[in-house]
């Protein structure tokens, strides 16, 4: 059964920075692509990063490009986000789950979703 174990969310003001991970399980994690996925109260889940199984630079969404980047260890099975420059309209459960494509922005594509871990951005 596949499982991804979010953490590493909390409470930081604007401008700090915080680094979460995901822990993966269940599935052959080196030949998925993993992404990270966020909703903020009110609104729809939106794409964050992604990070093809190789690794890489990864991809981004524009409204995080520069403050945010995603990397890997395959050794682990796990996935990291770190996130600097918070802003308050970052604020949002953030997700994590795997795609077999290589790359994709939509969560249709993606499955294996965790609980999330709750990200708080004070101004």
């Known amino acids: 059964q596949v499982q991804m174990v979010e953490s590493g969310g909390g409470l930081v003001q604007a401008g700090g920075s915080l680094r979460l991970s995901c822990a993966a399980s269940g599935l052959t994690f080196s030949v998925h692509t993993m992404g990270w996925f966020r909703r903020a109260p009110g609104k729809e889940r939106e794409f964050v990063a992604a990070?093809?199984?190789?690794?890489?630079?990864?991809y981004y969404a524009d409204s995080v490009k520069g403050r945010f980047t995603i990397s890997r260890d395959n050794s682990k099975n796990t996935v990291y986000l770190q996130m600097n420059m918070l802003k308050p309209e970052d604020a949002a459960v953030y997700y994590c789950?795997?795609?077999?494509?290589?790359?994709?922005?939509?969560?249709?594509?993606?499955w294996g979703w965790g609980q999330g871990t709750q990200v708080t951005v004070s101004s």
């Open positions: 990070i093809h199984w190789s690794g890489g630079e990864g």
């Open positions: 789950a795997a795609t077999t494509a290589y790359e994709s922005r939509h969560a249709y594509n993606y």
